[in-house]
């Protein structure tokens, strides 16, 4: 077997030991090729004759602007991210070339690789097949216009030409095949508005796609890959972690989840950072829940710091991702990405598992099975302030109180809903602490076999 080495110089040794210990429970790919990390002898790399180097070096000080960011710019200023003027968290792309169809779907798992995707809108004009996109981070939005500005999609065709947009956030009124907001499960998906069907070539001036024998079949590859083929070597970056496999699904733009219009693409999710003398994989299930219906969850045996969460699909995956990417639990920031993994493996008869692998395919606990739940339209980031549901006549305000106080928690104010006693708000000392209480309260039997449901508010007390 042939090896290829390469050398990766980190700003720091700390950030050489994250690296190492992130990948280590989990080895990254690329183009479906294992990567193996390891510390080196060397102490510093000379790089200043190599081809190609000043372009490298851009991406590498972008790549170096979004770590130091992070997601803490979301929505700040653009000025005080230190971006130039002009550019902003939103992409105006162009397609030129336009031999196969691009899809919404296709636009997405490339683009998601650069950081947090929120929203895409898709449209035709001048005759030219067009999107905006909008990043959670106008950081984000330099690198991949950096990295992606010229590049084909497909060889030889589809190429993208990418600029920032004078808008500085999108409106989606609808979530269907021309239009996505992913922070927005419950939006319609606007009776009577055309979907971008592959079928209907008309729609991207290109009849002869439709004889096309390369049109959903499996070996329709894409040319973008991690490294480019074009010659720059694009670090990985925080959701960067593997290849681009543009999926058969996403390219023929089928959508393959009924009810909701969700991606096809990854739905597990590595989760690190935890605090491993606190965190349950029934905890992960109640919390990750709030976002969509986790199917699996499995904590790390020999590093309980990491677990792989598998929600329904891929929209409630990117869902819990954005909003709880960086919330503390058990006084530990968490980390959320992508996985490589497209499913959980549960053990094997016989295998050593401690209880910390879980499926929860069947739980009665899932929020939203069925179409049109108002589950969909109560999903809002995490905040201090917990709504309470299905609470039994015979308890009091004190009980409650002193339920959630018997957490650890802070209790800053209580109502009752005036109309409904049956519901109330609940508001905490912090976020992290309604964090804690609702992954250990939720589902709490209040006897009268009524069982507490908690999830997060937009109100304040």
Known sequence: MHYIFAFLEMASEEAAVTMVNYYTPVTPHLRSQPVYIQYSNHRELKTDNLPNHSRTQAALQAVNAVQSGGMALTGAPITESGLPPGQSSVLRIIVENLFYPVTL??????????????????????????????????????YAKMALDGQNIYNACCTL??????????????????????????????????????????????????????????????????????????????????????????????MALPGVTGLPGNSVLLVSNLNPDAITPDGLFILFGVYGDVHRVKIMFNKKENALVQMADATQAQLAMNHLNGQKLFGKALRITLSKHQTVQLPREGQEDQGLTKDYGNSPLHRFKKPGSKNFQNIFPPSATLHLSNIPPSITVDDLKNLFAGTGCIVKAFKFFPKDRKMALIQLGTVEEAIQALTELHNHDLGENHHLRVSFSKSTI
């Open 105 to 142: 779907e296709v636009l997405y798992q490339i683009f998601c690789k650069f950081g947090t995707v929120l929203k895409i809108i898709t449209f035709t004009k001048n005759n030219q097949f067009q999107a905006l996109l909008q990043y959670a981070d106008p950081l984000n939005a330099q």
């Open 161 to 254: 030409r990418i600029d920032f947009s004078k808008l500085t956030s999108l409106n989606v009124k609808y979530n269907n095949d021309k239009s996505r907001d992913f922070t927005r499960l419950d939006l319609p998906s606007g009776d009577g508005q055309p979907s971008l069907d592959p079928t209907m070539a008309a729609a991207f001036g290109t009849p002869s796609i439709i004889s096309s024998p390369y049109a959903g079949a499996a070996g329709f590859a894409p040319a973008i890959g991690f490294p480019q083929a074009a010659g720059l070597s694009i670090p990985a970056v925080p959701s960067a972690l593997g290849p681009l496999a543009i999926s058969t699904s996403a390219m023929t733009g089928r």
